[in-house]
């Protein structure tokens, strides 16, 4: 074989590179890496590393964006919302932190059992603040109910384009006449979007998440980078987004 002759490993690794960025992830390496979590642990130490302290500065953002977003669309009623459902929701870090405070009951998301576990015993289940729990993949997940908010936070990166795509197709679906999509997550510095091989995830560009949004005719409302967190985490920007159906 002459020396400009790509061998076969150099060939697929070419391959590789150029194939969509999303068609990397793995489900089950997803999976793999959350069960190695304890199930003390929150979405947090897993999205801040070394900083889970700051989970309140991410919660409180999440408060002050959905007070934004209901200020501008009137049409939501005042008070608490009455039906919301966390995605991906952990051991219940959000649904406790935030959506408890803001809805009167919320169910749950959650692909691992153990952490789905936490939020069965939680005191907020007792309490009937938690509703109905599925211990099933986002991309698997089909709503049975109607919400007036349905919440995902750093799980969507797990999901391929298509999958994401599909994912919110169902979601517009399953949401009131006055209800929202809301949708936190890292964005990539530029417009690329980045794969990670810690666990199985894909940190998107702006453009990409807005070209799903059309894709699953959904409009962004409002869009907002959270503030607050220190120069020297050197964290990726976190964006929120507000969403309804185009039509």
Same mark, same amino acid.
């Given at each position: 074989? $002459?020396?400009?002759?790509?061998? +076969?490993?150099?060939? /697929?690794?070419?391959?590789? $590179?150029?194939?969509?960025?999303?068609?990397?992830?793995?489900?089950?390496?997803?999976?793999? #890496? =959350?069960?190695?979590?304890?199930?003390?642990?929150?979405?947090? %130490?897993?999205?801040?590393?070394?900083?889970? =302290?700051?989970?309140?500065?991410?919660? /409180?953002?999440?408060?002050?964006?959905?007070?934004?977003?209901?200020?501008?669309?009137?049409?939501?009623?005042?008070?608490?919302?009455?039906?919301?459902?966390?995605?991906?929701?952990?051991?219940?870090?959000?649904?406790?932190?935030?959506?408890?405070?803001? !809805?009167?009951?919320?169910?749950?998301?959650?692909?691992?059992?153990?952490?789905? /576990?936490?939020? /069965?015993?939680?005191?907020?289940? &007792?309490?009937?603040?938690?509703?109905?729990?599925?211990?099933?993949?986002?991309?698997? +997940?089909?709503?049975?109910?109607? #919400?007036?908010?349905? +919440?995902?936070? =750093?799980?969507?990166?797990?999901?391929?384009?298509?999958?994401?795509?599909?994912?919110? %197709?169902? !979601?517009?679906?399953?949401?009131?006449?006055?209800?929202?999509?809301?949708?936190?997550?890292?964005?990539?510095?530029?417009?690329?979007?980045? #794969?990670?091989?810690?666990?199985?995830?894909?940190?998107?560009?702006?453009?990409?998440?807005?070209?799903?949004?059309?894709?699953?005719?959904?409009?962004?409302?409002?869009?907002?980078?959270?503030?607050? #967190?220190?120069?020297?985490?050197?964290?990726?920007?976190?964006?929120?987004?507000?969403? &309804?159906?185009?039509?």
């Amino acid at each position: 074989m $002459s020396s400009d002759t790509e061998t +076969w490993e150099e060939l /697929q690794n070419k391959i590789l $590179s150029d194939a969509p960025v999303d068609s990397k992830i793995n489900h089950e390496a997803s999976l793999k #890496y =959350w069960n190695s979590l304890p199930s003390t642990a929150s979405t947090m %130490l897993g999205m801040l590393g070394d900083y889970p =302290w700051y989970t309140g500065k991410d919660l /409180q953002g999440s408060r002050d964006f959905l007070s934004k977003v209901r200020r501008q669309l009137p049409d939501i009623p005042r008070g608490k919302l009455k039906l919301a459902v966390d995605c991906g929701a952990g051991v219940g870090r959000v649904t406790e932190g935030f959506l408890s405070h803001a !809805c009167e009951v919320v169910d749950a998301v959650e692909p691992i059992k153990k952490f789905a /576990q936490v939020m /069965q015993d939680h005191q907020l289940k &007792r309490d009937g603040v938690i509703g109905d729990i599925y211990t099933v993949g986002l991309e698997n +997940w089909v709503p049975e109910k109607k #919400y007036d908010l349905i +919440w995902a936070q =750093w799980c969507v990166g797990h999901l391929t384009d298509a999958q994401l795509t599909d994912t919110l %197709l169902r !979601c517009r679906e399953a949401l009131t006449e006055t209800g929202i999509v809301g949708l936190k997550e890292n964005i990539s510095l530029n417009d690329d979007d980045e #794969y990670d091989d810690e666990d199985s995830a894909v940190t998107r560009a702006d453009v990409k998440f807005r070209q799903i949004f059309a894709a699953a005719n959904m409009v962004v409302i409002k869009s907002e980078i959270q503030t607050g #967190y220190p120069e020297e985490m050197n964290l990726l920007p976190v964006m929120s987004y507000a969403l &309804r159906p185009s039509d």
